[in-house]
């Protein structure tokens, strides 16, 4: 017998700031989970934000999407820096992850937010390039879809957040996906203003499961459900569009104050990797096995700094460094 195995391709982009020490971490991680599972991984590194404007004077080189678009899945970390902040509007870092996602369509964000205990919080965001104030109706129902295939996956529970009350586009928005609800008998649909559904993330998270909403509504709900997670440096996102690859990494940006110290919260990089073997490799062992061990360091008591609080019992703050070691270990096992 020949077994013919096809190693995964994996555009890596590491960027800026933190975004090198997490990634490190993320591929051996995946390296290793692979090792267990017998799937291979093919790293292909480029440039981009403003470590690729300082090489080649543009935060999105065209060798970077040409391999970003010949990949099965974009892997990415964290672009931008206070070195950037004062160059001029079209080479700032953000411009390469704008025109990486816009290049490859990916239109819908899902943000899982993993509370203790394995509660799941999801927003699928409109890309940031159609406006929050229009809302033009195939573009609704575009992301309703994801949002709806996505509660299928899962508890078939899902929660249209706007503000339909007050903002006349929203009108629009609930229109479309009570409708494409139709199409979606056994998923429960629920609608909610988005100023309870700020006050009920808090109140009562469990309540959610699969929550869909607009861009700059999902950004503000998402940074607030970091926080039931415990941090941003829990947050892992992914950027699809259905067919070509998508795009994966942590919810939080590249982290400056902190970057070389050896004290980044690597988990989301590694969910992140996670995402991606589950939605676009389908490897959903090699996922398991990632998410398995983020969940068994955290039982461990193995805390990053961001995560850590004093006092708390059977805790211990250690370095990214040593988390790793800890990650690298489970997964190897
Ligand atoms: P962006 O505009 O790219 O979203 P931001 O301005 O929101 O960036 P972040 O880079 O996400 O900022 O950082 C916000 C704060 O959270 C910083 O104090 C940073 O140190 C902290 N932080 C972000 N990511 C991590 C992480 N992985 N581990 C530890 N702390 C983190
Ligand atoms: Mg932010």
Redesign the pocket.
């Known amino acids: 017998h020949v077994i013919v195995c096809k190693a995964h391709k994996i555009c890596v982009l590491p960027g800026d700031?933190?975004g090198p020490e997490?990634m490190s971490v993320a591929t051996k991680a995946l390296t290793a989970a692979g090792q267990k599972e017998g799937e291979e991984f093919e790293y292909m590194y480029e440039l981009i934000g403003g470590a690729a404007i300082d090489a080649t004077g543009s935060p999105l080189p065209d060798k970077t999407l040409a391999t970003a678009k010949a990949s099965d899945a974009v892997l990415l970390a964290?672009?931008?820096g206070y070195k950037w902040d004062s160059y001029p509007n079209e080479i700032r870092p953000?411009k390469g992850l704008l025109k990486i996602r816009s290049e490859l369509n990916a239109f819908a964000n899902l943000r899982p937010a993993i509370v203790p205990k394995q509660e799941v919080f999801s927003s699928c965001q409109k890309n940031r390039r159609t406006s929050d104030v229009i809302f033009i109706e195939w573009l609704v129902e575009r992301i309703a879809r994801v949002a709806f295939e996505a509660a299928r996956k899962r508890n078939k529970r899902l929660c249209s957040v706007e503000k339909s009350n007050v903002l006349e586009v929203s009108q629009l928005w609930k229109e479309v996906v009570t409708k494409l609800g139709k199409d979606y008998p056994d998923v429960e649909l629920t609608h909610m203003y988005v100023d309870n559904a700020a006050m009920q993330l808090v109140r009562n998270p469990k309540y959610f499961d699969v929550v869909v909403t607009s861009n700059l509504f999902g950004d503000i709900l998402s940074d607030e459900a970091s926080m039931l997670a415990g941090?941003?440096?829990m947050l892992p996102s992914a950027s699809i569009s259905g067919d070509g690859p998508g795009i994966y990494e942590?919810v939080?940006?590249?982290?400056?104050?902190?970057a070389g110290q050896d004290?980044?919260?690597?988990m989301?990089?590694m969910l992140s990797a996670a995402m991606m073997c589950r939605y676009d490799l389908d490897c959903p062992k090699v996922s398991d096995r990632l998410e398995a061990a983020v969940s068994q360091v955290l039982d461990e008591g193995l805390r990053?700094?961001?995560i850590f609080k004093e006092g708390y019992p059977n805790t211990r703050k250690v370095k990214c460094s040593e988390l790793s070691e800890h990650l690298l270990r489970i997964v190897s096992a």
């Open positions: 700031g933190i997490i964290a672009i931008g953000e941090s941003l440096g942590p939080h940006g590249s982290a400056p104050d902190i004290i980044a919260n690597p989301a990089m990053t700094g961001d």
